[in-house]
């Protein structure tokens, strides 16, 4: 059994004093989490990287986690502006985003670094989310599946799995982000199925069965459940409505 993720990703917003009263209202509206109890959802922030050790210190011993939205390919060395896996776990964190759409567009990751990226934070004891989809291009050239699923594969390329728990997958149709084109939960379970298709071809059936595939395009409260719905769609990258109290502890709930 897959339990649920919703991991709100907070891009470049919030200050760390923003970030402070934010943790606080949200444990506070979400008594389970905050407590450390057994929900029927895992919650996960992954806030820029200032923000990080203020959600070591407010998020410890609570029932959730938190991550970075990126990670250097590299170990510690001369790397300016880089930030090490190991860094990041000394923080506690348990989750950090690889290949984000924002990161592949803006900074031409391409899919050979964003495997070095995986590799070097599952080698640190992290798990990776691993973000793949396609444009609009893609889609209306009726390649959205073919090319998502070359893209996993370059971006997974020496990435091992043995369990499935190791990885998390976010499939990010990035046609319908920010461009008022809506992807429908049937877009989402269509994709999600394809994904985890190839990981039995590539990694078997019980990885496959194992691993958590989010659905990253525009979540909201009002879609969360028909989302959710799909039985090989386990959860969301959430970015927008992440930063509201009130909107993520609604999808929350719904998740659960």
Same mark, same amino acid.
């Given at each position: 059994?897959? /339990?649920?993720?919703? %991991?709100g990703?907070?891009?470049?917003?919030?200050?760390?004093?923003?970030?402070?009263?934010?943790?606080?209202?949200?444990?506070?509206?979400?008594?389970?989490?905050?407590?450390?109890?057994?929900?029927?959802?895992?919650?996960?922030?992954?806030?820029?990287?200032?923000?990080?050790?203020?959600?070591?210190?407010?998020?410890?011993?609570?029932?959730?986690?938190?991550?970075?939205?990126?990670?250097?390919a590299?170990?510690?060395?001369?790397?300016?502006?880089?930030v090490?896996?190991?860094?990041l776990?000394?923080? #506690?964190?348990?989750?950090?985003?690889? #290949?984000?759409?924002?990161?592949?567009?803006?900074?031409?990751?391409?899919?050979?670094?964003?495997a070095?990226?995986?590799?070097?934070?599952?080698?640190?004891g992290?798990?990776?989310?691993?973000?793949? #989809?396609?444009?609009?291009?893609e889609r209306?050239?009726?390649?959205?599946?073919?090319?998502?699923?070359?893209?996993?594969?370059?971006?997974?390329?020496?990435?091992?799995?043995?369990?499935?728990?190791?990885l998390?997958?976010?499939y990010?149709?990035?046609?319908?982000?920010? /461009?008022?084109?809506?992807?429908? %939960?049937?877009?989402?379970?269509?994709?999600?199925?394809?994904?985890?298709?190839?990981?039995?071809?590539?990694?078997?059936?019980?990885?496959?069965?194992? /691993?958590?595939?989010?659905?990253g395009?525009?979540m909201?409260?009002?879609?969360?459940?028909?989302?959710?719905?799909?039985?090989?769609?386990?959860?969301?990258?959430?970015? #927008?409505?992440?930063?509201?109290?009130?909107?993520?502890?609604a999808?929350?709930?719904?998740?659960?």
């Amino acid at each position: 059994m897959r /339990t649920p993720l919703l %991991a709100g990703n907070w891009k470049m917003h919030k200050t760390p004093s923003e970030a402070r009263v934010w943790f606080a209202e949200f444990l506070e509206a979400n008594p389970t989490l905050q407590s450390g109890g057994q929900a029927a959802v895992e919650v996960a922030l992954l806030p820029s990287f200032p923000l990080v050790p203020v959600a070591a210190e407010q998020l410890a011993g609570s029932g959730v986690a938190w991550g970075a939205q990126d990670v250097s390919a590299h170990t510690f060395g001369a790397y300016t502006g880089e930030v090490a896996a190991e860094q990041l776990a000394d923080l #506690g964190c348990r989750y950090v985003v690889v #290949g984000h759409s924002e990161r592949r567009a803006y900074w031409n990751e391409s899919d050979a670094l964003v495997a070095a990226k995986a590799r070097r934070a599952m080698e640190a004891g992290l798990v990776p989310i691993l973000c793949v #989809g396609e444009r609009l291009e893609e889609r209306e050239a009726g390649r959205a599946v073919s090319f998502t699923l070359e893209q996993l594969a370059g971006s997974l390329e020496g990435v091992g799995l043995e369990t499935g728990e190791e990885l998390v997958i976010a499939y990010e149709p990035v046609w319908a982000i920010g /461009t008022g084109k809506t992807a429908s %939960a049937d877009d989402a379970q269509a994709m999600a199925a394809a994904i985890r298709g190839f990981l039995a071809e590539r990694y078997g059936e019980s990885v496959a069965g194992r /691993t958590r595939i989010l659905y990253g395009g525009s979540m909201k409260p009002a879609n969360t459940t028909e989302i959710l719905a799909g039985p090989d769609v386990d959860g969301g990258l959430v970015g #927008g409505a992440s930063l509201e109290v009130a909107s993520f502890s609604a999808m929350v709930e719904a998740a659960g």
